[in-house]
């Protein structure tokens, strides 16, 4: 069992910035990839962006690219989530998740992640 806690989130104004974080514990030896996922109230969750272990690799969705990053520090086991150039779009909740990966890479279906963390809000004001 993988245990994730996010933290990090905030209200801020459009073109502003926030840093989420995610510190996994558990059994996370076999939990490859971490992705960040955000859902907004009736709207359906949607990826943001994933980094794989071993190897950097990220995956970002297109509504974001070039605005979040994703990182990792894996003697501390935290994933963070660098997001600039924040939107009013991007208010959403924000959870971050843990799997073993398809054919050596982390996509951005939810599905492939079993293990999830509680969430922190994203508010962003025109």
């Known amino acids: 069992q993988v245990q994730l806690v996010e933290s990090g989130g905030g209200a801020v104004q459009a073109g502003g910035s926030l840093r989420l974080s995610c510190v996994a514990s558990?059994?996370?030896?076999?939990?490859?990839?971490i992705g960040w996922f955000r859902q907004a109230p009736d709207k359906a969750r949607e990826g943001v962006a994933t980094?794989?272990?071993?190897?950097?690799?990220?995956v970002y969705a297109a509504s974001v690219k070039g605005r979040f990053t994703i990182s990792r520090d894996n003697a501390k086991n935290v994933v963070y989530l660098q997001m600039n150039g924040l939107k009013p779009e991007d208010t959403a909740m924000y959870f971050c998740?843990?799997?073993?990966?398809?054919?050596?890479?982390?996509?951005?279906?939810?599905?492939?992640?079993?293990?999830w963390g509680q969430g922190t809000q994203v508010t962003v004001s025109s």
């Open positions: 998740a843990a799997g073993t990966g398809v054919d050596d890479w982390c996509f951005l279906s939810s599905t492939d992640y079993p293990f």
């Open positions: 558990g059994s996370i030896h076999s939990s490859v990839c």
């Open positions: 980094i794989k272990s071993g190897v950097t690799s990220s």
